[in-house]
């Protein structure tokens, strides 16, 4: 009926089932032509981690550097890497003393974690923190860039010039800064393979992402970056020689898919927290599980590490409008359900740590890829179509597309 909260998304939600259905229909077929030629995927993805990779892995435990890491995903990556006896470097724009002892806490015999102060915008800021790295961990595996802003929710022409430049600083010149330090670094390590990771994020596709110009303008060029970083790292410029280096530098995209953060619930309305963030959102938690064994069970140049597969948005889908399972985290009329026992912000934030008056929240970046899964490869792209088309229609409701700035789309990609 008009005044159903669901009606704008039940011709897609069946649509969703069809395809669902499709999908695992697919992947039976899939399964049993296992060995042929054409059951083979064609793009390396990251999107599983098998046990033998994983304790490969564990075998060689280098240290891991995590930008953003005071708060959100980045805080939880940071306490999962712990956890499996990787050390670790976080840094943030604030001090990061709080967001140690947490982790500390939550993971007493967990390997060492050490936090400093570094602006990813600033060439010398980050030299010191490679340097950080480098005193700390002796040997630095992997390096995560995960910090980014988004620069608030406003018309590109509204925007004052020194957001557009703060959000260029951040997201793009900061990424290239820290890429540029870790491969330098990497290279020094003798017999050492390195793994650099850029976070993506709304607009990496191409697709629009109203009220986020700049973010998104950041965001579409990592991909390309990591493309010519890959080519540069395995073949050279053309016309120089390819100099010869004491470790290897891999370079990768890693995408954390709809985490609720800062970035996600800020200038967010009851229509968008109950769809698509009800549906699709996950906690930093359990975006960590998933994406660090995946991010240890990487090798060679160029994988696409991501957790916001179009298995799992399938699946979530299929729960919620045709099962119709309940958000475990917004309630039917778009409140954030608080469980007993946390501590929320303001915005329905829940706080991974407690706070000292020093500590703020990181400048983590929100992303959603809905990936080309090769498992559900025939119901993948049709999937992606139906997406945009439910993300459309909830932002017609919200009010002019409110939810794209963090959402995004191309295809049904929030990491368009």
Same mark, same amino acid.
């Given at each position: 009926?008009?005044?159903?909260?669901?009606?704008?998304?039940?011709?897609?939600?069946?649509?969703?089932?069809?395809?669902?259905? &499709?999908?695992?229909?697919?992947?039976?077929? *899939?399964?049993?032509?296992?060995?042929?030629?054409?059951?083979?995927?064609?793009?390396?993805?990251?999107?599983?981690?098998?046990?033998? &990779?994983?304790?490969?892995?564990?075998?060689?435990? *280098?240290?891991?550097?995590?930008?953003?890491?005071?708060?959100?995903? #980045?805080?939880?990556?940071?306490?999962?890497?712990?956890?499996?006896?990787?050390?670790?470097?976080?840094?943030?724009?604030?001090?990061?003393?709080?967001?140690?002892?947490?982790?500390?806490?939550?993971?007493?015999?967990?390997?060492?974690?050490?936090?400093?102060?570094?602006?990813?915008?600033?060439?010398?800021?980050?030299?010191?923190?490679?340097?950080?790295?480098?005193?700390?961990?002796?040997?630095?595996?992997?390096?995560?860039? %995960?910090?980014?802003? %988004? /620069?608030?929710?406003?018309?590109?022409?509204?925007?004052?010039?020194?957001?557009?430049?703060?959000?260029?600083?951040?997201?793009?010149?900061?990424?290239?800064?820290?890429?540029?330090?870790?491969?330098?670094?990497?290279?020094?390590?003798?017999?050492?393979?390195? *793994?650099?990771?850029?976070?993506?994020?709304?607009?990496?596709?191409?697709?629009?992402?109203?009220?986020?110009?700049?973010?998104?303008?950041?965001?579409?060029?990592?991909?390309?970056?990591?493309?010519?970083?890959?080519?540069?790292?395995?073949?050279?410029?053309?016309?120089?020689?390819?100099?010869?280096?004491?470790?290897?530098?891999?370079? *990768?995209?890693?995408?954390?898919?709809?985490?609720?953060?800062?970035?996600?619930? %800020?200038?967010?309305?009851?229509?968008?927290?109950?769809?698509?963030?009800?549906?699709?959102?996950?906690?930093?938690?359990?975006? &960590?599980?998933?994406?660090?064994?995946? =991010?240890?069970?990487?090798?060679?140049?160029?994988?696409?590490?991501?957790?916001?597969?179009?298995?799992?948005?399938?699946?979530?889908?299929?729960?919620?409008?045709?099962?119709?399972?309940?958000?475990?985290?917004?309630?039917?009329?778009? %409140?954030? =359900?608080?469980?007993?026992?946390?501590?929320?912000?303001?915005?329905?934030?829940?706080?991974?740590?407690?706070?000292?008056?020093?500590?703020?929240?990181?400048?983590?970046?929100?992303?959603?890829? =809905?990936?080309?899964?090769?498992?559900?490869?025939?119901?993948?792209?049709?999937?992606?179509?139906?997406?945009?088309?439910? =993300?459309?229609? /909830?932002? #017609?409701?919200?009010?002019? #597309?409110?939810?794209?700035?963090?959402? /995004?789309?191309?295809? #049904?990609?929030?990491?368009?």
């Amino acid at each position: 009926s008009p005044s159903s909260s669901c009606s704008p998304y039940r011709p897609v939600a069946m649509l969703i089932a069809v395809v669902a259905l &499709a999908a695992q229909a697919f992947t039976m077929t *899939h399964s049993r032509l296992a060995g042929s030629p054409l059951a083979r995927p064609a793009v390396r993805s990251a999107t599983s981690a098998s046990p033998v &990779a994983i304790a490969m892995a564990a075998d060689d435990k *280098h240290g891991v550097v995590i930008t953003g890491g005071a708060a959100g995903v #980045g805080w939880a990556y940071a306490v999962e890497f712990s956890q499996r006896g990787y050390p670790v470097v976080i840094c943030d724009i604030k001090d990061t003393d709080a967001a140690v002892t947490a982790i500390r806490e939550r993971v007493p015999n967990g390997a060492p974690v050490y936090g400093t102060v570094c602006d990813v915008s600033k060439a010398d800021s980050v030299k010191g923190l490679a340097q950080f790295a480098k005193d700390k961990l002796g040997t630095v595996g992997y390096w995560i860039n %995960n910090a980014g802003i %988004n /620069g608030g929710r406003k018309a590109f022409v509204d925007l004052p010039t020194s957001t557009i430049e703060a959000v260029v600083n951040v997201n793009l010149i900061g990424k290239l800064l820290c890429t540029q330090e870790a491969i330098k670094l990497m290279h020094a390590q003798d017999g050492v393979e390195g *793994h650099i990771f850029n976070t993506v994020g709304s607009g990496v596709k191409g697709g629009g992402t109203p009220g986020y110009v700049v973010y998104g303008a950041t965001k579409r060029g990592l991909p390309q970056m990591t493309e010519s970083l890959v080519k540069e790292l395995t073949e050279g410029v053309q016309g120089y020689d390819k100099k010869s280096t004491k470790g290897v530098a891999n370079c *990768h995209t890693l995408s954390p898919g709809m985490v609720f953060t800062d970035l996600l619930l %800020n200038d967010s309305t009851k229509e968008l927290r109950k769809f698509p963030f009800g549906v699709l959102a996950a906690q930093p938690e359990e975006v &960590a599980q998933d994406l660090v064994p995946k =991010i240890l069970a990487v090798s060679g140049q160029g994988a696409k590490v991501e957790f916001l597969t179009t298995d799992r948005v399938l699946q979530k889908f299929f729960e919620r409008f045709v099962l119709q399972k309940k958000s475990e985290y917004i309630d039917d009329d778009g %409140n954030v =359900i608080k469980m007993p026992g946390a501590q929320y912000a303001d915005n329905g934030v829940r706080m991974l740590y407690r706070l000292t008056a020093a500590a703020v929240p990181c400048r983590a970046n929100l992303r959603l890829v =809905i990936p080309r899964c090769q498992p559900v490869a025939a119901a993948a792209r049709l999937a992606q179509l139906l997406i945009a088309c439910t =993300i459309r229609a /909830g932002a #017609g409701r919200a009010g002019g #597309g409110r939810q794209t700035g963090h959402v /995004g789309r191309e295809s #049904g990609s929030a990491n368009s």
